[in-house]
């Protein structure tokens, strides 16, 4: 008996997080990928995916490709795209959308899945709204911390600007590596969720001021100097401490990366692979 094709998969939107579960999954059935941008088309084929341009939102076409499929939905809310496409995707196998912890505005302390949002800006009422819409229509939310990975993160802001350790970094804050945040997806996919929501980040939360810290010594370079007249590194929301063991325990995975330590080493490998070297030491 031949066994039965897995489920084809739709990314909407094709960022880091997209990325990183499309190399997770090792595609041994059809990926469709989306973009707004033409100009991305021989990009996503060449990854060996299936590109879907829409310059605009097209329901219709989401709908026949969503359609008893596992959906990933990455892309930043703008007020109107999850509106029309949440409702097509209702036919779907499984739908995971990412969202953010910023959801929490200034909140500080514990989070859990159970801690109230904060709706004090336009940009956290955007993102509560497509939460709810995709929500409504069968989503899993995942909300996620500061993602890092090779391609993104304080290793490379270290490496290629000068930059000040401003007096918020010593708070606690959360982060979770890609590879992470993509298995949790699989893994979402795996149980066919449907309508739950989870807070995500890994088990050792720790300051920006910390993580500079160790990065500098791993990478033996010069710790940058408070108040130095540069930009703050990266955009940190200090003194959130985010308890993702709901999901984990739910999902019943490990993370291959609890710490920075694992997932900034496994970063700093990985760039050494491409031949970063000169540029990271």
């Known amino acids: 008996m031949k066994s039965q094709r897995p489920p084809a998969i739709l990314l909407l939107g094709f960022g880091q997080t997209a990325k990183a579960v499309f190399k997770a999954i090792v595609p041994k059935t059809k990926v469709y990928a989306t973009s707004r941008d033409p100009g991305r088309q021989t990009e996503l084929a060449d990854y060996g995916l299936e590109p879907v341009i829409m310059p605009m939102p097209d329901p219709e076409i989401i709908e026949l490709l969503a359609k008893y499929q596992n959906v990933l939905v990455s892309f930043p809310p703008d007020g109107c795209t999850d509106a029309l496409l949440a409702p097509a995707c209702r036919g779907a196998r499984c739908i995971v959308y990412i969202s953010s912890t910023s959801v929490y505005g200034n909140y500080q302390g514990r989070v859990t899945d159970t801690t109230p949002v904060s709706a004090n800006s336009e940009h956290i009422q955007k993102r509560l ?46 982060r979770i590596h890609v590879d992470d945040l993509a298995q949790l997806v699989i ?26 810290s160790w990065l500098c010594a791993r990478m033996g370079i010069d710790k940058p100097l408070p108040d130095s007249g540069y930009p703050p590194l990266g955009n940190v929301h200090g003194g959130r401490d985010i308890d993702a063991g709901k999901v984990l325990k739910d999902l019943g995975i490990s993370l291959k ?15 050494l692979r491409k031949d970063h070297r000169q540029s990271l030491f």
């Open 129 to 174: 709204t497509a939460e709810e819409i995709w929500r409504a229509n069968g989503a899993t939310i995942l909300r996620a911390p500061g993602i890092y990975g090779p391609d993104s993160g304080l290793h490379l802001r270290l490496s290629k600007t000068s930059a000040n350790i401003s007096s918020y970094t010593s708070k606690i804050v959360s």
């Open 257 to 271: 990366y609890p710490s920075y330590k694992e997932g900034y080493e496994a970063c700093l490998q990985a760039c």
């Open 187 to 212: 893994a979402v996919w795996q149980k066919q969720y449907r309508s739950r929501m989870y807070v995500t980040g890994d088990l050792a939360p720790a300051s920006q001021m910390e993580v500079v």
